[in-house]
Nanobody
Framework: QVQLVESGGGLVQPGGSLGLSCAAS????????MAWHRQTPGKERELVAH???????NYADSVKGRFTISRDISKNTVYLQMNSLKPEDTAIYYC??????????????WGQGTHVTVSS
């Protein structure tokens, strides 16, 4: 069993910054790609940022230049630093990770989400 737990969400003013973290625990053989998605009412869940197994990253156009995804492999943790936040960034943020529990067997796990509200 694998669990992903997000933390760091909260209320922040427009233009402010917020850092999210997500720690994976459980039976983990290896973790490949990790990513952050977000969900708002009435909209499809969208990919915000992604970091591949080789460390390469990509971002949604809407957050490029403002958000930074990083990871600490030794701690099975992925981070999302969010700067210059806008009201439209308000959403539930989910982390996801492709986790191999035994060699040759992997699954994409999702966290429970953490709320981010950007408002004055």
């Amino acid at each position: 069993q694998v669990q992903l737990v997000e933390s760091g969400g909260g209320l922040v003013q427009p233009g402010g910054s917020l850092g999210l973290s997500c720690a994976a625990s459980g039976t983990i053989f290896s973790i490949n790609a990790m990513a952050w998605h977000r969900q708002t009412p009435g909209k499809e869940r969208e990919l915000v940022a992604h970091i591949a197994s080789d460390g390469s990253t990509n971002y949604a156009d809407s957050v490029k230049g403002r958000f930074t995804i990083s990871r600490d492999i030794s701690k099975n943790t992925v981070y999302l630093q969010m700067n210059s936040l806008k009201p439209e960034d308000t959403a539930i943020y989910y982390c996801t990770a492709f986790v191999t529990t035994i060699p040759g067997r992997g699954f994409n796990y999702w966290g429970q989400g953490t709320h981010v509200t950007v408002s004055s």
